[in-house]
C-alpha cells in the first residue's frame, strides 16, 4: 500500500480538463516538494512537474501542478489521445523516496 | 545529451547471482546520485535505494536493504542493482534515474527486464 494516495483511474475525452489527486501524511508532504512522471505504456517513467508546480523543458503548459497543505493535485487541460498513461506523484520522506500508487488516464 | 543506458534484458533462475547496469554520459557523473526503482508486472513505481556515484554514499529503501546491493565505479560512469540470490519475486523491470533539478529524477534509462524463473 503506496504512502501516497492517487485514485487508479480518471478519464476523459479529448479537449476536456481532468485533474489527478495525490493525498499524503503530514511528515512526507507538508513539508516537501511533490512530484509528477508520465509513464506512457511501455515506456520509462518521464518526470513532468517537480517542486510542485514547475515544468521541466520540453512539458507542455496543458500540465500544471499543485500543492495544498497534504494535498497535490496534476490538471491536464486539452486533453489528447496521446496523453492516456500512468500518471505518479512523488515526495522525498528524508532520503526515501516514496511514490503514489498511480493513475491510469483514459482519453475516450 | 544526458543519457542513461542500462543493460539489457535478462533471464535467470532462482538462486542465481545477477548484476545489471546504468551507464551515465553527457554530465558529470560524480555529482549526481542515481536512484532504482522497481516497476514489477502490471503493478507501480518503487524506490529501492539511491548512491552518490562521487563517495559511493548509499541509501537504501527499508524494503530492499539486505535483498540487493547498490554500487558505482565512477572511472566508467556506470551503477549497478546486484542480487547475489534471486527469487522468482525479482521478476520486474528495473530503472534508473538521476537525480538532478530540486532533487527530482530528472533523467530515466530505459530500463532492465529481469525474468526469474523458479
Known amino acids: 500500500q503506496s504512502v501516497l494516495t492517487q485514485p487508479p483511474s480518471v478519464s476523459g475525452t479529448p479537449g476536456q480538463r481532468v485533474t489527478i489527486s495525490c493525498s499524503g501524511s503530514s511528515s512526507n508532504f507538508r513539508a516537501n516538494y511533490v512530484f509528477w512522471y508520465q509513464q506512457l505504456p511501455g515506456t520509462a517513467p518521464k518526470l513532468l512537474i517537480y517542486t510542485n508546480n514547475q515544468r521541466p523543458s520540453g512539458v507542455p503548459d496543458r500540465f500544471s501542478g499543485s500543492k495544498s497543505g497534504t494535498s497535490a493535485s496534476l490538471a491536464i487541460s486539452g486533453l489528447r489521445s496521446e496523453d492516456e498513461a500512468d500518471y505518479y506523484c512523488a515526495a522525498w520522506n528524508g532520503s526515501l523516496k516514496v511514490f503514489g500508487g498511480g493513475t491510469k488516464l483514459t482519453v475516450l | 545529451e544526458v543519457q542513461l543506458v542500462q543493460s539489457g534484458a535478462e533471464v535467470k533462475k532462482s538462486g542465481e547471482s545477477l548484476k545489471i547496469s546504468c551507464k551515465g554520459s553527457?554530465?558529470?557523473?560524480?555529482?549526481?546520485?542515481i536512484g532504482w526503482v522497481r516497476q514489477m508486472p502490471g503493478k507501480g513505481l518503487e524506490w529501492m535505494g539511491i548512491i552518490y556515484p562521487g563517495d559511493s554514499d548509499t541509501r537504501y529503501s527499508p524494503s530492499f536493504q539486505g535483498q540487493v546491493t547498490i554500487s558505482a565505479d565512477k572511472s566508467i560512469s556506470t551503477a549497478y542493482l546486484q542480487w547475489s540470490s534471486l527469487k522468482a519475486s525479482d521478476t520486474a523491470m528495473y530503472y534508473c534515474?538521476?537525480?538532478?533539478?530540486?532533487?527530482?529524477?530528472?533523467?530515466w534509462g530505459q530500463g532492465t527486464l529481469v525474468t526469474v524463473s523458479s
Open positions: 553527457g554530465y558529470s557523473f560524480t555529482t549526481h546520485w
Open positions: 534515474a538521476r537525480q538532478g533539478t530540486e532533487t527530482s529524477l530528472d533523467y
